[in-house]
């Protein structure tokens, strides 16, 4: 069986869509989801994403690790899933839809997506360090000049360690740049490297500049181009939180499955 596939990227963070409102796409197969985001012998993604029908929603996201297996929120992914079902016809400049966190809602304007991210209290203070949750596990560190770090090495450490490696963590590291911003890269876990953009991770990132006294919008540089991240704040807990940034269509294409 051939099916059609999209890859849209958000800011260099890359996917595999497919429109399965027919469900006909085996969701159930690792090995196949994990082979088609394979760089050297599939199609190559940081994820795989399912656009589904859904009866009290324009539709239903579904996300894949590159590993494979059913992943949590995914900000980039959500954008580009957002800008997917415009393509497709099935919304037109709002959406409102379900990811693995919930509800959200979304609106396109023009090259932009702007993603209404659920509310995040609880944040965790680890040392100089932080904890948190925007949909998918985060850590927080700040450094000093984030673009000499090896991300690879320190990230991995941080997400195989005694607390977190059953369950496994997205690690961010942060610089603090002039002005209202700030500078981020992540590793992150089921892509098990860095990617060029993370928008959990540069929402928890955002927000955790917030509790140290920066402002709302915070503009975000990743390796893959620039974000935004709104929010409003009442001491440790955030509410009306937005990402914004671009998603693109790279390019289509059709796979058969059988030769996987």
């Known amino acids: 069986m051939a099916i059609s596939f999209y890859k849209y990227q958000g800011t260099g963070n890359d996917f595999i869509m497919v429109d399965n409102r027919k469900l006909i796409f085996p969701a159930d197969d690792e ?6 985001c394979d760089r050297r012998t599939g199609i190559g ?3 795989l994403i399912l656009l589904q029908d859904h009866p009290d929603y324009d539709f239903e996201m579904v996300y894949y690790n590159a590993d494979g297996r059913l992943g949590s929120m995914c900000g980039n992914g959500a954008r580009c899933t957002v800008r997917f079902a415009r393509n497709l016809g099935v919304i037109e400049d709002v959406a409102c839809f379900l990811a693995a966190d919930g509800e959200h809602q979304a609106s ?4 932009l997506i702007q993603l209404k991210m659920n509310d995040v209290s609880g944040i965790e203070e680890l040392g100089n360090d932080y904890y ?11 450094v000093d000049d984030v673009e000499e770090l090896d991300v690879y090495e320190e990230g991995r450490a941080i997400r195989y360690n005694d607390r977190f490696t059953a369950e496994g963590t ?11 911003a ?3 890269r992540t590793y992150e876990r089921g892509v098990e490297d860095e990617t060029l953009s993370c928008g959990t991770g540069v929402t928890a990132c955002a927000l ?5 006294g920066m402002e709302s919008p915070v503009k975000v540089k990743t390796l893959g181009g620039e974000l935004e991240v709104a929010f409003e704040q009442d001491r440790n807990l955030f509410k009306y939180i937005y ?3 671009p998603a693109r269509q790279v390019f289509t294409g059709t796979i058969a499955l059988q030769q996987v």
Not at 132 to 142: A, K, W
């Open 31 to 36: 090995s196949l989801v994990k082979h088609l």
């Open 45 to 47: 993604a940081d994820g």
């Open 108 to 111: 396109v304007e023009r090259d």
């Open 132 to 142: 948190l949750n925007t949909g998918s596990p985060h850590y927080v560190r700040f």
């Open 170 to 180: 997205n690690v961010n590291f942060v610089q603090r740049l002039s002005g209202n």
């Open 182 to 184: 700030i500078f981020v």
């Open 208 to 212: 955790v500049a917030g509790l140290e």
């Open 243 to 245: 990402l914004i940034g």
